[in-house]
């Protein structure tokens, strides 16, 4: 099903339309949000009818994206009709979305039904609709990983919000730097939106091709195969030679050395990579936080290509996986602890030193560290949450509990967090053999996802062995 404009659909829904628009302008929202639900009942694939509805009834709720989602777990008027539009989803996304739709007149805050619109939208083939709704997911829940790249992966299909999206990550990105899904995905949308800029969107019509938008077809040729996720074995050492050859005269040109380095990267030449990044950093031209990171990213890769590359039949396999692992790490605490040192104050950088020191054992630095953490609002709930894993460790259950019960109270979005905060929760319970009080947590999540984790095992046991 094609998403329309106005000049597409019926005149009589779009004489209705005009209604609508008026009495939005007039302050008269719910006439509005009536009007707007008429046409979409008609043609739902009126984009920019959804778009005016969603701003009218987010106009009329009042809704902040501190207060987005409290109402996740909703009300019991609109959980059968939650369960309905999920029961249609694929036999008939149509009537999902329609039911959906209902349930966000009385509460758009309800992000079940956003999830239900924008699956919907999938299956309809509605690319500016699934935006949209994931958009208003990621833009009320930033720090939804989940849901953050998602969205970016549908802006760079469409191209549209790519600004958003792009804000979206930076973010994510600046407190988990070192997190290569999210680095992989910004690059990918930087590539469409490179390419949009271009003029490869004015193209949709099936008008000529963006190779002609660029006076060297060579280099659209070149532009074309780099910006693929995985390159094939000639494409990629054909660059590196391109790359090589140009280097040569262009000196200077900082973007073309870290792509060369990329590419060496990527076919684990990681000395050769790390060469290009030292002489980037001895020519002054960019010394950002960017670079060190990138380093640091290729010396773990290299690490992690070691790894992969160990001869599990060899007799000393666990001792060499051992030994660089540890290396690994020990690589890791070390450059971190220098990020917290040049960055006292960025609580970020604090987080991930307390979750290595988690992972190195050092039970009572990670304390310390994760916190200072909590003063990051991004990082505030993962960080409580390593923090009670860091007192269950030490055998202060009591602490434990304290601090995963204070967390859960404070964060009100019931997301990924907040079932890592309760899973945590009852496992604590269960070393204390409080049966009852864990089975109590687990239950939350089973209700709403029976295969987060091996939530599903638990509480089936638990009910077995009743």
Known sequence: MPEKTINEIAPDMRRLHTKAVEAAQRENGDYAITLFCQ???REPGFFECRKALRA????????????????????AGSSPQIAKAKMALHKNPVEAMAVAEQVLIGDPTNASAHRII??????????????????????HAPKDKAVIVEFAQAVGETGSNADEAEKLLDELIRTSPYDTDLL??????????????????????????????????????SLEQEKRVQKSEDVAERLIAEYETRLQTETDNQ???????????????????????????ESGMNTDSSLDRAVSETIVRKFDHVIASLNPFAPDHAEQLE???????????????????????????????????????????????????????HKRYSAMSYLAQCFAKRGMNDSAVRT????????????????????????????????????EQFLILYESDVTYRD????????????
Do not use: W
Not at 418 to 438: Q, S
């Open 323 to 377: 030994k660089y692992q540890a290396e690994k790490l020990k690589f890791q605490l070390e450059e971190c602890q220098k990020r917290v040192e040049k960055y006292p104050t960025d609580y970020g950088f604090r987080y991930e030193l307390g979750v290595l020191y988690f992972q190195a054992g050092k039970i009572s630095e990670a304390i310390a560290e994760l916190q200072k953490a909590q003063q990051n609002a």
């Open 404 to 439: 995963l019960q204070s967390a859960i109270k404070e964060k009100s979005a019931f997301d990924e967090e907040k079932k890592d905060l309760i899973y945590n929760l009852g496992c604590v319970f269960e070393k204390m053999g409080k049966k009852a009080e864990a089975i």
């Open 39 to 41: 046409i979409l009942e």
């Open 184 to 221: 992989q995905v910004q690059k990918n949308l930087s590539a469409h939106k490179t390419m949009d800029e271009g003029g490869y969107g004015a193209l949709e019509g099936g008008e000529g091709s963006y190779r002609d938008i660029l006076r060297n077809k060579d280099e659209a040729v």
């Open 118 to 139: 924008a699956d919907a939208a999938l299956a309809l083939d509605m690319p500016k609709t699934r935006v949209l709704e994931l958009g208003t997911m990621a833009k």
């Open 455 to 466: 939530v599903g095992a638990k509480v089936d046991a638990h009910y077995a062995g009743q």
């Open 56 to 75: 009218e009834q987010f106009k009329k709720a009042g809704a902040t994206s501190t207060g987005f989602f409290k109402k996740m777990m909703s009300s």
């Open 255 to 281: 973007k073309l050395m870290r792509s060369l380095a990329e590419l060496y990267t990527q076919k684990n030449r990681f000395d050769e990579a790390l060469g290009i990044y030292g002489r980037i950093k």
